[in-house]
């Protein structure tokens, strides 16, 4: 079956700049619901460029950024974009460098998602602090 709202561009290793080119297709496609970037290297920087369309994704249900190398200052800027994403019901961060800044950034962003089923922060640095 073929999923007209669902966007699955893993492992291309598109990189940060890949991911700044992708966010701009991405801001038209508001119906999107899932979304699926994982393994693709786009660090901070790409995080932060996906950041600025991913508000606009009102109906995004599943979102998986996981094995992109992005540490605190990428999840804190897609942090701040997750709360208006109320329908998100899976998120997918594993293996990243996500600390235990990163974690408290997302904690914030997280708060007010009452579909959230699904979090995977499997295989970061998170330590005790993080997950307080």
């Given at each position: 079956?073929?999923?007209?709202r669902?966007?699955?561009?893993?492992?291309?290793?598109?990189?940060?700049?890949?991911?700044?080119?992708?966010?701009?297709?991405?801001?038209?496609?508001?119906?999107?619901?899932?979304?699926?970037?994982?393994?693709?290297?786009?660090?901070?920087?790409?995080?932060?460029?996906?950041?600025?369309?991913?508000?606009?994704?009102?109906?995004?249900q599943?979102?998986?950024?996981?094995?992109?190398?992005?540490?605190?200052a990428?999840?804190?800027?897609?942090?701040?974009?997750?709360?208006?994403?109320?329908?998100?019901q899976?998120?997918?961060?594993?293996?990243?460098?996500?600390?235990?800044a990163?974690?408290?950034e997302?904690?914030?962003?997280?708060?007010?998602?009452?579909?959230?089923?699904?979090?995977?922060?499997?295989?970061?640095?998170?330590?005790?602090?993080?997950?307080a």
């Amino acid at each position: 079956m073929v999923c007209k709202r669902c966007l699955r561009q893993g492992a291309n290793h598109i990189g940060p700049i890949g991911a700044a080119e992708l966010s701009k297709g991405l801001a038209g496609l508001s119906l999107l619901q899932h979304l699926d970037l994982a393994s693709n290297c786009v660090g901070d920087v790409g995080a932060t460029e996906l950041s600025k369309c991913l508000g606009g994704l009102l109906h995004l249900q599943h979102l998986s950024l996981a094995r992109n190398k992005i540490r605190d200052a990428g999840v804190s800027e897609l942090s701040k974009v997750l709360e208006v994403l109320l329908q998100l019901q899976h998120l997918s961060l594993g293996e990243n460098q996500i600390g235990d800044a990163g974690a408290a950034e997302l904690s914030k962003g997280l708060a007010g998602l009452s579909q959230l089923q699904h979090l995977d922060l499997g295989d970061n640095f998170i330590g005790d602090a993080g997950a307080a």
